[in-house]
């Protein structure tokens, strides 16, 4: 195939005079800032409007988690303020609901609330959510109110890390060791008793009345030249090495153009363990296109810009690496990121199928990115693991009527679950077009 | 019908059973590319070659990952997301051709053009011509830049020479002209007013390729005002054309089409359909889809239509006039067009306006003003003027020009009095051309000031009168160009260049009134519309003129003499302007199914002397208007006796790689009558050479070996009585089951049923609305990165299209005989056919694979997996409709076909390929994928809203482009989508109805070759012709 065939998306020339006139997508939110500010007074009244819900609080957790958590946490001062308690010491919840869906605007009009918080964080102003219902920022309340209460002890996240270790199946090795202790012990048995019994028939031979020759072959010596011109040693060897040779070629013809654990140096020193892993970053908060298309999309710099607006310096690499993103984007060079994940052309291959609409977590993939340093190609990305886990997974049905009928006959006709392969999983053209 | 003897054939050649057709068909393959000769066999140094290749190989592989890179954005658009595509409505200005449309972009590219459904004068429409236009905007041979005598020049210096030049020319009160085709921009008009308000000596000249003076003119003298009125073909129920090729060249050709294909179409509802005569030299697509068409010369033209008038007059109880001849079908066209006065249209191809005004004499008898002509909505796709063109030419000659400025035109190449203006060009002191090429005006100016491409460019139209259209850039401009309109408001020195702004402010002002909304609302609207339609009244006319002098200029300009020429313009290349698009110069003529090549159809009887073999023919010397040109001959079955024809279009000389010596200009033998252009010519010197050439042609590859029953045909009377459906074939085969040893196909499988769950995907092609215009060809071309192959490899029958039309001649005629013979050749029905993979249920060539790389989907698709394949062929060997594709070269990449598959060798063609679907590579088979990538789309924006997938969100490319809608997609499964309706889909087990067997109780409907039971998921629609009788 081709090498030709399908584009990398590449950064290309747009004329900022196009007027986009169809696909109005709404625009993903993007530039985040800082809130409330840390005056404690207690309007303790306000929050017994905040749902208390189980539901109320996991809807308010996954807004959270991808909509505030770049820039906010419960407990902890990041980007923005910790919003513990925010709905005690905030003006009042219509207040915070103004503040989120339009906070310039409230700043603007001069609240002196907002002023002040403004003016306490660096004057940068925190992104508008005017998508949001007020429901939605009701069950964010109720999230952080139930954080609040918990109270900082538990650290969410920290769980997760003991979560993805690989499992040992089969054999434990342990035994394995002492079954090959035991066979090396029982072939040195074998090769002492033959040892004694040649010894014992030569001395049987001995008695016997024996003609030169028949003596001289009962006492050749057996030497290493002896051992290496004997047709069964020949026999071993060239086929130990023969079949080691096959082996290590069929290996070596198996791994051709898979880059497991490819990990190459990128320009910007990235770390996916300091933004995904210690602040909980959200995936699809800078990989934007992971919902709705073929590519995940590696983030522009602007969307960098949200928060490097801000944070200057990092904790490792210090200043270095991030005045790169400062110096990009006052440039207006794009930065070359080196692909990791590549797969051959004629593979066709749609995040949005697998994120959006399937519900794969990135890791399953992608492998534990909030732990490394430096990103990894951590699955096989071939075929036969592509087929594999389309053998296996259950279809994604839940609440998405496109899948109604399938279920439906499919639950005519057999008891198990709807897997992948079920609805055509395994076809060629699903992939190759 | 196996009860008809009809007989069908693809060409002469498989009418006279020629032996070299024989071969060809009956091998599925042309030969294999040639290895070395030398080379016997394999040799132990091959071996070693191979082993020492295969070892560098699989250890370069294994050790070197190429480092790839990922670029994003910098500042990401906000609606641009990579892999996403947005679509835009813009407007395909060429000339005077329109066409309004959505252009599909990935990334910032524009890689597909569809039509526009919101605009009342295309209504989503298309052509061959605009589907192609998306590759010229990436042409090799386009200007990088500005240019002065020939060198590069900034354009700063460029405005300051040429400020410099006019106002020393206008200080001298010298002539400025600047001359173009039609215009349909009101801003460029308004942009060049301004020009001429600086430089008062300015005229415009507009002139067309194809002239409709005549009938600007023969309106002025019927009406009052020099204008074209608006056609409506739906509205008529019988329509006579006098060699007008309204589908291809005449007039809207993409409306007309639109609306003849609504006039035609037939159901269970509406059994009735209009009835189509034609009068022609040359067969044309419109003759082709003609009902009954008869054969005159050129020059008989104008007498045919005074018969016409005389007849009908008789009926009206008017005044006859002398003169008219009678021809066959004539006066049943004339009793017909009388008993439906107000239902019946009588159009003209001719440029004269004499022969115009007999025919708008004609239409008034008829009472076609107000009904199947509309006056009061007028159109502006042809306003050049010949006598302005032709006194321009003589005042260049004269030297009394000082400075020309060529707006995106190119006279030198297509006016007849090309040569003339290239000669004088040199005496002219300032020469500017504005195109976006450099083409043959180009090369002999002083100042070269590239316009965008259309796709780059802000702009506006008003092809009719009241419906406006804008069009909107699609990418950056690629190269250093700038809007000719700014060039020419530089040059007029206006304070503010900006066109865009020029426009947006004159939508302002001329349309922006009585609107509830904000101007910046209206004008989002219209940009996202890309049309703004105001109402329009009627109109009415009175007709003024003298029939009677008409009658004798036509009796004193034409006498009947030797061999008569016609010059038109073919369904291709068109006019020549985008010849150096190589997707138009691959795509088969549709009636001659000839590519890249120029020719001259000769009538089969004239060819006396040329063998009927597709391989050899002969060049012949045309001497007409004084020129003389040597173009090989084509035989034309249809092709009136006595008459040649010759397409412009070729003959370029400075187009690009691409077109540069091929065939002819046959401009040049365009002469003038009765002050317009005529495209004909009479007493003409035909002198067939020795030499001989060969045509590529399509017309013979991949025939169906010996079997008959691919076309079905009936006549109207027996649809509406449905006794043809007695007549229609059904196959039986011969089993030792049944009492009578005879059994329908269907009941005979060794195959089991497949189960389509979710979807099951079919088509319905309506074989009495297409019109063979062949849009859908080129539209998959570029939808599915179909490569292009060149003149050689169509000649070795290595053609890559997914989808070809076949074109059928039939006729009662036996050909036992050589008589016979010639007359089925003499005037035969044509029958088009679209024939792309047919996703058989029971698909033979998913059985052959040896390596299962074709495979059947749970959703009815015939797959290809292109990187499973080994190339083997079987499939193909293996397929009766011969609809796959075997990719013998590595056509991208390649050195060899630079020239002829520009979108797979530049970096720059590149960008117009589609990023879903793959290039495929030497070595591999494909086909008609029914645009998967497409269904996969859809499929996967209703998952992503949790929603089922709704009947008309998956259409695939060719469908899209159809301007008749003769091509249905949808899901069989769904009971309420389009294509179930329309061909009544009834599952035969109602307790299983997800299986693939289905039958389709639309009468009409059948599958080509049903009696091997493949069970296509394609089901074509019985062709109906209006005829008294089917000739059987």
Redesign the interface.
Same mark, same amino acid.
């Given at each position: 195939m081709s090498s030709n065939s399908r584009f990398v998306p590449l950064v290309l020339e747009t004329d900022t005079s196009l007027i986009m006139i169809k696909n109005y997508l709404h625009s993903t939110c993007k530039i985040f800032l800082f809130v409330f500010t840390l005056i404690s007074v207690s309007f303790s009244a306000y929050s017994q409007e905040i749902p208390k819900e189980p539901a109320a609080i996991s809807a308010g957790k996954q807004i959270f988690d991808s909509n505030c958590k770049a820039c906010h946490r419960v407990h902890q001062k990041l980007v923005g303020p910790a919003l513990a308690g925010v709905y005690d010491r905030a003006p009042s919840i219509d207040w915070i609901k103004s503040f989120v869906k339009n906070s310039s605007a409230v700043i603007a009009s001069g609240d002196a609330y907002a002023v002040n918080l403004f003016n306490e964080y660096n004057k940068t102003t925190m992104t508008s959510f005017s998508s949001f219902k007020d429901q939605d920022i009701m069950n964010v309340l109720a999230y952080i109110q139930d954080e609040t209460i918990k109270g900082p002890g538990e650290q969410p996240g920290q769980k997760q890390k003991v979560v993805d270790g690989p499992k040992e199946e089969g054999v434990p090795a342990t035994y394995l060791n002492v079954l090959l202790v035991g066979m090396i012990v029982i072939l040195i048995l074998l090769v002492v008793i033959l040892a004694f019994l040649v010894s014992s028939l030569k001395r049987f031979l001995d008695q016997k009345a024996l003609t030169e020759e028949e003596k001289e072959v009962v006492h050749s010596p057996i030497t290493a030249g002896t051992i290496a011109s004997s047709r069964g040693f020949i026999f071993v060897v060239a086929f130990l090495v023969g079949a080691l040779g096959f082996k290590a070629v069929i290996n070596g013809l198996y791994s051709v153009g898979i880059q497991q654990g490819y990990a190459p140096k990128q320009p910007i020193a990235f770390s996916h363990k300091i933004h995904a892993g210690q602040y909980e970053i959200d995936c699809k908060y800078c990989h934007v296109g992971v919902m709705k298309g073929k590519s995940a999309t590696i983030p522009s710099v602007n969307i960098c810009m949200n928060c490097h607006n801000q944070i200057k310096s990092g904790t490792t690499t210090g200043e270095g690496e991030i005045a790169k993103i400062v110096r990009a984007y006052n440039e207006n060079r794009p930065i070359e990121w080196v692909r990791i994940h590549n797969l051959p052309d004629l593979a066709y291959f749609n995040h949005a199928q697998h994120v959006n609409v399937a519900g794969v977590e990135c890791q399953t993939c992608h492998g534990p990115v909030q732990e490394m340093d430096v990103v990894r190609q951590h699955s096989l990305l071939t075929m036969g693991w592509c087929i594999d886990c389309h053998r296996k997974t259950d279809v994604n049905t839940k609440g998405n009527a496109y899948y109604d009928k399938l279920v439906e006959l499919h639950n005519a006709k057999s008891k198990g679950n709807m897997k992948v392969e079920n609805i055509g999983g395994l076809e060629c053209s699903k992939c190759h077009y | 019908m196996e009860e008809s003897k009809k007989i069908y054939w693809k060409g002469i050649e498989q009418l006279a059973n020629n032996p070299e057709f024989v071969k060809h068909a009956h091998h599925e393959f042309a030969p294999a590319p040639p290895v070395d000769e030398e080379d016997p066999g394999h040799s132990r140094r091959d071996f070693l070659k191979m082993m020492g290749f295969g070892m560098a190989a %699989?250890s370069l592989?294994?050790c070197e990952?190429p $480092? /790839?890179?990922?670029? &994003?954005? %910098?500042?990401?658009?906000?609606?641009?997301?990579? #892999? $996403?595509a947005?679509?835009? =409505?813009s407007t395909y200005i060429n000339g005077g051709d329109y066409c309004s449309i %959505?252009v599909k972009t990935?990334?910032? /590219?524009p890689i597909k053009v569809d039509g526009n459904a919101l605009s009342n004068v295309t209504k989503g429409g298309t052509s061959a011509q605009v589907e192609a236009s998306v590759l010229s905007l990436y042409d090799n041979d386009r200007l990088r830049g500005p240019k002065a005598g020939g060198k590069k020049i900034d354009w700063k210096d460029l405005d300051t020479q040429v400020i410099a030049k006019l106002s020393e020319i206008a200080g001298k009160g010298g002539q400025i002209r600047i001359v173009s085709n039609t215009v349909l921009s009101p801003s460029t008009k308004a942009v060049i007013e301004k020009f001429k308000a600086k430089y008062p000596t300015t005229q415009h000249i507009q002139y067309d390729q194809t002239s409709h003076y005549g009938m600007l003119k023969a309106n002025e003298e019927s009406f009052g005002t020099a204008m074209i009125p608006s056609y409506d073909f739906s509205k008529a129920n019988t329509i006579v054309s006098i060699a007008a090729d309204f589908l291809n060249s005449w007039g809207s050709s993409i409306e007309n089409t639109k609306q003849y294909g609504k006039s035609r179409e037939v159901s269970e509802e509406k059994r009735d359909m209009s009835r189509h005569y034609q009068f022609e030299s040359i067969m044309t697509i419109t003759g082709a889809n003609a009902d009954y068409r008869t054969q005159i010369k050129p020059s008989e033209e104008g007498a045919v239509a005074v018969q016409l008038y005389n007849l009908i007059a008789a009926k009206a109880g008017r005044a006859t006039v002398s003169g008219g001849m009678e021809k066959p079908n004539l006066s049943r066209a004339a009793d017909e067009l009388w008993e439906n006065r107000g239902k019946a249209l009588v159009v003209a191809g001719s440029n004269d306006r004499a022969v115009q005004v007999v025919v708008n004499a004609i239409n008034d008898m008829l009472g076609s003003y107000g009904t199947t002509i509309l006056p009061g909505l007028p159109v502006n796709f042809r306003q050049g003027n010949d006598e302005a063109m032709t006194s321009f030419v003589t005042e260049l000659e004269g030297g009394k020009i000082d400075g020309v400025i060529f707006y995106n035109a190119n006279p030198v190449y297509d006016h007849p009095q090309g040569e003339k203006i290239a000669a004088a060009l040199k005496n002219v002191s300032l020469s500017v051309a504005t195109s976006y090429k450099e083409e043959e005006t180009g090369t002999l100016v002083n100042f070269l000031a590239p316009d965008h491409h259309y796709l780059e460019s802000w702009n506006d139209a008003e092809p009719k009168k009241n419906h406006y259209s804008l069009s909107? &850039?699609?990418?950056?401009p690629i190269f250093k160009s700038r809007a000719a309109q700014e060039s020419f408001l530089t040059w007029a020195g206006a304070a503010d260049t900006d066109y865009?702004e020029f426009v947006k402010e004159n939508w302002r002002n001329w349309f922006f009134k009585n609107q509830t909304i904000d101007f910046q609302s209206f004008w989002?609207k219209c !940009?996202?519309d890309g049309v703004y339609e105001l109402p329009v009244e009627g109109g009415s006319v009175t007709f003024g003129a003298n029939v009677g002098n008409a009658a004798n200029a036509i009796a004193n300009n034409y006498k009947s003499g030797g061999m008569e020429l016609v010059i038109y313009e073919n369904g291709t290349v068109g006019n020549g302007s985008q010849a150096n698009n190589p997707l138009l110069q691959e795509l088969p003529e549709p009636v001659t199914k000839a590519v890249w090549d120029h020719y001259v159809t000769v009538s089969p009887k004239d060819a006396a002397g040329i063998s009927f073999s597709e391989s050899i023919s002969k060049y012949a010397t045309i001497k007409a208007n004084g020129k003389e040109v040597r173009v090989p001959v084509l035989v034309q079955p249809g092709q009136a006796q006595g008459t040649i024809g010759i397409a412009v279009g070729y003959g370029r000389t400075k187009a690009g790689k691409v077109a540069d010596g091929i065939g002819v200009n046959a401009y040049p033998l365009i002469a003038s009558i009765n002050n317009s252009l005529s495209y004909s010519a009479v007493n003409v010197d035909f002198q067939i050479t020795g030499d001989t050439y060969q045509i590529a042609q399509t017309q013979t590859h991949n025939t169906y070996m010996g079997r008959a029953t691919v076309i079905q045909e009936t006549s109207l009377a027996e649809y509406k009585d449905d006794s043809y459906q007695k007549k229609k074939y059904k196959p039986e085969i011969h089993t030792w089951k049944e009492e009578s040893h005879k059994s329908d196909p269907e009941k005979l499988s060794i195959w089991k049923n497949h189960d389509y769950?979710?979807h099951h995907w079919g088509m319905a092609i309506d074989l009495n609305t297409c019109t063979g215009c062949a849009a859908c060809v080129v539209a998959c071309n570029v939808e599915n990165?179909v490569a292009l192959v060149g003149r050689e490899e169509v000649i070795n029958r290595r053609e890559m299209h997914w989808l070809r039309i076949d074109r059928y001649y039939s006729s009662s005629a036996s050909i036992d005989d050589w008589k016979g013979l010639e007359e089925a050749a003499d005037n035969p029905e044509v029958v088009f056919q679209p024939m792309l993979c047919q996703h058989c249920n029971n698909a033979p060539c998913e059985t052959v694979c040896p390596v299962a =790389?074709t495979?059947h989907? @749970?959703?009815g *698709?015939n797959?290809?997996?292109?990187?499973?394949c080994i190339g083997t062929r079987y499939c193909a060997n293996n397929c009766p409709y011969k609809v796959r594709r075997f990719n013998w070269f590595k056509y991208?990449?390649n050195r060899q076909f630079e020239n002829v598959n520009t979108a797979?060798n530049t970096d720059l063609g590149?960008m117009v !390929?589609n &990023?879903?679907? @793959? %290039?495929?590579?030497r070595g591999v088979m494909e086909k008609c #994928?029914f645009c998967?990538?497409r269904i996969?789309l859809g499929? *996967?924006n =209703?998952?992503?809203e /949790?929603? &089922? !997938?709704e009947d008309g969100e998956v259409v695939t490319a060719c469908q899209a482009s159809c301007s008749t809608g003769a091509i249905v997609f949808g899901d069989m499964n769904n009971p309420n989508s389009r294509i179930s309706k329309l061909l009544k889909i009834r599952p035969l087990d109602p307790n299983r109805p997800?299986i693939n067997d289905k039958e389709a109780d639309n009468p009409r409907a059948y599958a080509v070759l049903e009696e091997i039971n493949v069970r296509p998921n394609i089901f074509y629609l019985t062709k109906v012709r209006n005829k008294e009788e089917v000739k059987a």
């Open positions: - | %699989v592989a294994a990952a $480092i /790839r890179k990922a670029i &994003p954005y %910098v500042n990401k658009p906000v609606d641009i997301d990579p #892999s $996403i947005n679509y835009y =409505a %959505v990935r990334e910032g /590219r909107q &850039p699609a990418i950056t865009f989002d !940009l996202y769950n979710n990165n =790389a495979t989907s @749970t959703e *698709l797959q290809m997996t292109y990187n499973r991208h990449d797979m590149k !390929l &990023p879903d679907v @793959t %290039v495929r590579s #994928s998967v990538q996969q499929k *996967l =209703a998952k992503k /949790r929603r &089922p !997938l997800h």
